[in-house]
Nanobody
Framework: QLPLVESGGGLVRPGGSLTLSCAAP????????IGWFRQAPGKEREGISC???????RIAGLVKDRFTISRINTNNTAYLQMNSLKPEDTAVYYC???????????????????WGQGTQVTVSS
């Protein structure tokens, strides 16, 4: 099991920004697709964005103009930059990984074999 660890969550006011990080200490994420998902209380887990090992990205329409996914392979970390946060963005955010070294397509369906424990993002005034 890949030990994914998310960080960067917290409390932010509406309109603010946060950057979430996803890493797997001791493991090389370079050849994995990385996905970001979130789950609010009482709701199903929903896909936010993903990035392939080759850098191809996909993002959900509901956050398209506010969130950006990226990765820096030299430090084995993927990021989710979140701007213009809204109260409805409040959720536990998870990163997930799927071994796929030659992928040109990733999915934001939560069908990944490896998951982190999540980091809480709360948007409130």
């Amino acid at each position: 099991q890949l030990p994914l660890v998310e960080s960067g969550g917290g409390l932010v006011r509406p309109g603010g920004s946060l950057t979430l990080s996803c890493a797997a200490p001791g493991f090389d994420l370079m050849l994995y697709d990385i996905g970001w998902f979130r789950q609010a209380p009482g709701k199903e887990r929903e896909g936010i964005s993903c990035i392939t090992a080759t850098g191809v990205t996909r993002i959900a329409g509901l956050v398209k103009d506010r969130f950006t996914i990226s990765r820096i392979n030299t430090n084995n970390t993927a990021y989710l930059q979140m701007n213009s946060l809204k109260p409805e963005d409040t959720a536990v955010y998870y990163c997930a990984a799927n071994w796929n070294p030659k992928s040109s397509f990733c999915t934001i369906v939560p069908d990944y074999p490896h998951w982190g424990q999540g980091t809480q993002v709360t948007v409130s005034s």
